[in-house]
């Protein structure tokens, strides 16, 4: 909303408008972790109970788990502790914890990341309170860095493509405006298993306008959650890591 104010200067009229406050942003590259054990403001990883059996890939025929909805990816266990690491193949790399990826060994270029075992799924949540005017819209870009690859296929599954692949591969993104009370999945960032790479890259995913289910207004809070889930084949799973987030708030 514009405010406008009226002046009388020297019998002349001078209109001040104040520009209205600019949308909210948010970025984060991780890389100020350094080789802590604590995410950044606002982040917290959570472990979802249950096994590697909860969830399913997309066209499974074998009735096994389900696809995550928004009741399934609330809660959980808060891991208060990341593990700082570099990445390589040892199985041991994996649990319910979040994890402060070392990319290339670096002490600067870190990721936030995930290998899930002994658990459902492993959550990075990010808590945003809106700086600006509310909005209903929202311009969602980020990187999930593929650390390994996966060793064991998943032959019990109908579909050939998921052999060697998670049943939920990446990051499944859902948010909530409600406190955490519901969750709905962004699903222009859901991943396809059948072009999900089994090899070690980086993975740019965008959504230029996610349109919310209701408005995020000023000074209210928005939740994020990026769920990897516990693969129930490929052991160990493929270690995954968030980099490079950007959030718009779109006029």
């Known amino acids: 909303m514009l405010i406008k104010f009226a002046l009388s200067l020297l019998g002349a009229t001078l209109l001040l408008v104040a520009a209205p406050p600019a949308p909210f942003t948010y970025s984060q590259d991780f890389n100020g972790m350094r080789d802590g054990t604590s995410a950044p403001d606002g982040w917290t990883v959570y472990a979802i109970s249950g096994s590697h059996d909860r969830f399913k890939p997309l066209d499974d025929t074998l009735g096994i788990g389900g696809l995550p909805t928004g009741d399934d990816i609330k809660g959980g266990s808060e891991q ?10 040892s199985a041991s790399q994996k649990g319910r ?14 990721s936030l990341g995930t290998s899930p075992s002994g658990v459902a799924a492993v959550v990075l949540e990010l808590k945003l309170t809106n ?5 209903k819209h929202l311009d969602v870009a980020y990187d999930v860095r593929v650390l390994s690859t996966t060793v ?18 990446g990051y499944r993104l859902y948010y909530s405006l409600d406190n955490g009370a519901t969750y709905t999945n962004i699903a222009s ?26 408005s995020w207004n000023a000074n209210a809070v928005l939740f994020l959650r990026w769920v990897d889930d516990n693969a129930q084949s490929p052991s160990p799973d493929q270690k995954l890591g968030l980099d490079n987030l950007t959030i718009r708030a779109l006029p």
Do not use: C, M
């Open 80 to 89: 208060e502790v990341l593990i700082p690491a570099t990445p390589d193949t």
């Open 97 to 110: 914890s979040g994890f402060n990826w070392a990319i290339g060994g670096s002490a600067t270029e870190r």
């Open 131 to 135: 700086g600006g005017p509310a909005t």
């Open 152 to 169: 064991v296929g998943n032959k019990g599954y109908a579909t050939s493509g998921y052999d060697g692949i998670e049943e939920l591969p």
């Open 189 to 214: 960032l859901n991943s396809d298993g059948h072009q999900w790479p089994n090899t070690i890259r980086t993975v740019h995913l965008a959504a230029p306008d996610v349109a919310l289910n209701g």
